[in-house]
């Protein structure tokens, strides 16, 4: 009689009323029925249920024992789907009440569809049950698969993934099950999911792949909701398969809907996908930009927002209403639930795009400091440190900080690329670290051989910046001989004259270059051609203003080019007119310091005007001539103090520092 009622129950409140009235007399069959209900009804998670659900947990549990294999499955299946609230000690005490009897019966009398169903259900719950998985997992290789439907295989694939729960051999079966069935029932749900499942678990099986994007394709995403598309395209992004026509599909489902049932995770999920694919869709990008616009990213967590500026980013597709959207969001919300890896990809996403965001970027710094930089990893170091670099930002605090943690951390879990970009950029940002840069010329010496010829060419030119001698690193020909084994690039060769200067500025007795690597540095340095700029003309006019002759674009013996030169006081006088990009904030970049030094250790007296002392003379010309009289006056006058420095210009800009 109980039975028939919970049958006929039309509602979780009848449901529950029933359990709690008779809740002494029910058998596991009632139970295993009341779960399944509740959990097709929904709604048990509310406040006014609870302490109903909670009697029948209890019950339930007293009950496991007494439960053959549909009963387990049942009773797991139905609790997954409730997803109760505050009732964790009791839901988890059933779990592992199931997971017990289950493993202890060894799964006997478990059907195709009960194995998937309990592991669906585990997985769903976040509920580890290692013991039972392994079980099932044993349990459908023996059976061959045989009576696993399409919806059974991708179930039991997402429950694995989803649990984190490696069975090399269960994947493997289930992929030769799919791809001999050739797919035919799997609805798109089935496809996304099974593919996601593979890519999750980091599980190779490319015939299975192959199969998912030709059905996908053949079926023209027509049931394809928005999560599958973004799915879909994460997966194969995430295990690396190519497949151009299926993503070319998705692309065009997806703009054809207008992205208008597209969650925040599905719109940052595929653009993450299609650039980490390489795979170009720009009309797709623009139409997530618009769409992330368009939605003013209320409901996008950290990592969406650093995932989707990541992928407009690497994708090299300009999206400065999105950027700026990012950015406002991202500073608004105070950075506190940024993990690690989104603080460092969003600073590195508006390096490498070239996008202003001088508050982000402060917000990012702020908050990297004041984690103490504890779960940054050796990657998460280098690239926030080469971001602010490359976005011309000043950020003394977090630098110093990245660099005690890599210091502390001895830098053996860096790898080459890793060690040579940090050193690049702390000398790009013009910020003196010699115990940060001891550490990693110690480190690089036994792994020369590892580093790439970019590798090789940064770290030079870092050291030279840093005026860092590093004996370690560059007293043996090993470092020499591997740049003229492997150096080719005109920009490499570029780096690798200015460290060639270094060593001649320094009087330092280490290997030199080859002379023929060297004269190929000398070239290909002096080949760059200088371009100049609206700032510079504006100078070179108040210079013939005070009836001077300048010469402009002046190549020196190094092979630097000046912007302009005068003779001034019986001598020539270099200038150099310094735009933004000459700055860290208002510390020369690296490459501005070095220039400056290399020029004045080869005895040229040099006036540098930085951009901001210019433009606030506005459009006054007789302040721009006084301020030009002056200043060519106080270099002549100084030009023997300023050689008697030349070794010093990194260390007098930076004297303050640590």
Not at 391 to 402: F, H, N, R
């Amino acid at each position: 009689m109980l039975s028939g009622q919970i049958s006929h129950a039309g509602s979780t409140h009848e449901l529950l009323r029933l359990s709690s009235a008779h809740n002494a007399s029910l058998n596991h069959i009632h139970a295993a029925n009341l779960w399944n209900k509740l959990g097709k009804q929904g709604g048990a998670s509310g406040p006014s249920h609870k302490e109903d659900v909670r009697r029948l947990l209890r019950r339930t549990v007293e009950l496991v024992d007494s439960c053959e294999a549909r009963n387990l499955s049942n009773v797991a299946h139905g609790l997954a789907k409730c997803r109760l609230v505050g009732l964790g000690v009791e839901t988890g005490a059933l779990f592992a009440a199931v997971a017990k009897a289950a493993v202890r019966g060894r799964l006997g009398g478990f059907e195709p569809q009960n194995l998937a169903n309990t592991a669906w259900a585990f997985a769903s719950a976040g509920h580890a049950a290692p013991a039972l998985l392994d079980a099932i997992a044993a349990a459908a290789v023996r059976s061959g698969l045989r009576d696993f439907n399409p919806q059974a295989l991708a179930n039991t694939a997402w429950a694995f993934a989803t649990a984190g729960h490696a069975a090399p051999a269960l994947l493997d079966a289930i992929a030769a099950a799919a791809v001999r069935s050739g797919l035919r029932d799997f609805n798109p749900q089935g496809l996304a999911n099974t593919a996601w499942a593979f890519a999750s678990a980091g599980h190779a099986a490319p015939a299975l792949l192959d199969a998912i994007a030709a059905a996908a394709v053949r079926s023209g995403l027509r049931d394809f909701n928005p999560q599958a598309l973004a799915n879909t395209a994460w997966a194969f992004a995430t295990a690396g398969h190519p497949a151009p026509a299926l993503l070319d599909a998705i692309a065009a489902a997806a703009v054809r809907s207008g992205l208008r049932d597209f969650k925040p995770q599905a719109l940052a999920n595929t653009a993450w996908a299609f650039a980490t694919a390489g795979h170009a869709a720009p009309a797709l990008l623009d139409a997530i930009a618009a769409a992330v616009v368009r939605g003013g990213l209320r409901d996008f967590k950290p990592q969406e927002l650093a995932n989707t500026a990541w992928a407009f980013a690497s994708a090299g597709h300009a999206a400065p209403a999105l950027l700026d959207a990012i950015a406002a969001a991202a500073v608004r919300g105070g950075l506190r639930d940024f993990d690690p890896q989104a603080l460092t990809n969003t600073a590195w996403a508006f390096a490498t795009a070239g996008h202003a965001a001088p508050a982000l970027l402060d917000a990012i710094a702020t908050e990297a400091v004041r984690s103490g930089l504890r779960d940054f990893n050796p990657q998460d170091l280098a690239n926030t440190a080469w971001a602010f670099a490359t976005a011309g930002d000043a950020a003394p605090a977090l630098l110093d900080a990245i660099a005690a943690a890599a210091v502390r951390s001895g830098l053996h879990d860096f790898n080459p690329q890793t060690l040579t970009n940090t050193a690049w950029a702390f000398a790009t940002a013009g910020r003196a670290a010699p115990v940060l840069f001891e550490a990693i010329a110690t480190e690089a010496v036994p792994r020369l051989r590892e580093l790439k010829p970019q590798d090789l060419a940064n770290t030079a030119w870092a050291f030279a910046v840093a005026d860092h001698l590093a004996p370690v690193l560059f007293d043996s020909d090993a470092f020499v001989k591997l740049c003229a084994e492997r150096s080719s690039v005109p920009v490499e060769l570029r780096q690798l004259h200015q460290w060639q200067l270094w060593q001649e500025e320094r009087g330092a007795a280490w290997p030199p270059l080859p002379p023929e690597l060297a004269q190929r540095c000398r070239d290909a340095f002096s080949s760059e051609e200088g371009v100049a700029s609206r700032l510079q003309g504006d100078v070179v006019a108040s210079l013939l203003a005070l009836g001077l002759a300048p010469r402009e674009e002046v190549r020196t013996e190094q092979g630097y080019s000046l912007d302009a030169v005068v003779l001034y006081g019986g001598r020539d006088v270099a200038i150099e007119v310094d735009g933004p990009s000459h700055f860290c904030g208002r510390t020369p970049t690296g490459a501005t310091a070095l220039k400056r030094r290399q020029l004045r250790a080869a005895g040229w007296a040099l006036l540098p005007v930085p951009y901001w002392e210019w433009n606030a003379f506005g459009s006054n010309s007789a302040d721009k001539q006084e301020y030009l009289r002056d200043a060519l006056h106080t270099t002549s006058r100084h030009q023997g103090a300023t050689s008697a420095c030349a070794h010093t210009e990194w260390h007098m800009t930076l004297c303050t520092r640590v």
